[in-house]
């Protein structure tokens, strides 16, 4: 039979820390010590993701931010002037790197795979910009072919960017 512990031994003695928290064994030992390790991978995570952001992360707080990339330039000022003189609810053919600001349109082609320029209203070019997977002599063909049998006027050009509509 097991000795009686002695009643004049301090608890910490007899199994339980200072704190009166008796040591967690069994099988809840090992569940224990897997919320550990969660938040422990949980912590290195964070810290790396944080420090990850300020090393290499294009926010305001990070080490290579610049503000000027973010500013709006004349380009842009023109380039919303030109959408402004699209009709909300006309068919818009254009290419790669301007359909990204047509896309809330509910008609809207990529140059040069339109199969019916019968529903297409405006024709949105940019000469400076992506002319994939049109080379250049495809490409001013394609703005001849533009005035000429498609059927279209140049209403506005301005820069390199040139706006055509509907005769």
Do not use: C, K
């Not at 000795?3 to 704190?19: I, M, T, V």
């Not at 919320?35 to 952001?53: I, K, N, P």
């Not at 402004?84 to 040069?112: D, E, F, K, M, W």
């Amino acid at each position: 039979m097991p000795p009686a512990p002695d009643p004049d031994l301090s608890r910490d003695r007899q199994g339980a820390d200072p704190a009166g928290h008796r040591g967690v064994t069994g099988p809840h030992a090992a569940a224990d010590g897997r919320v550990r390790a969660r938040r422990a991978l949980a912590a290195f995570l964070l810290v790396a993701a944080g420090g990850s952001y300020l090393l290499h992360g294009p926010g305001i707080l990070a080490r290579g931010f610049d503000g000027a990339q973010y500013r709006s330039t004349e380009r842009a000022r023109l380039m919303q002037e030109v959408l402004a003189r699209i009709p909300p609810g006309a068919g818009v053919a254009t290419q790669t790197n301007l359909a990204p600001h047509l896309t809330s349109r509910q008609h809207l082609y990529l140059l040069p795979w339109v199969r019916d320029w019968a529903a297409v209203d405006y024709v949105l070019l940019d000469r400076r910009g992506n002319r994939y997977p049109l080379g250049d002599d495809e490409y001013e063909r394609l703005e001849a072919e533009l005035t000429g049998r498609l059927g279209f006027e140049r209403l506005l050009e301005m820069e390199d960017l040139v706006l055509y509509r509907r005769r």
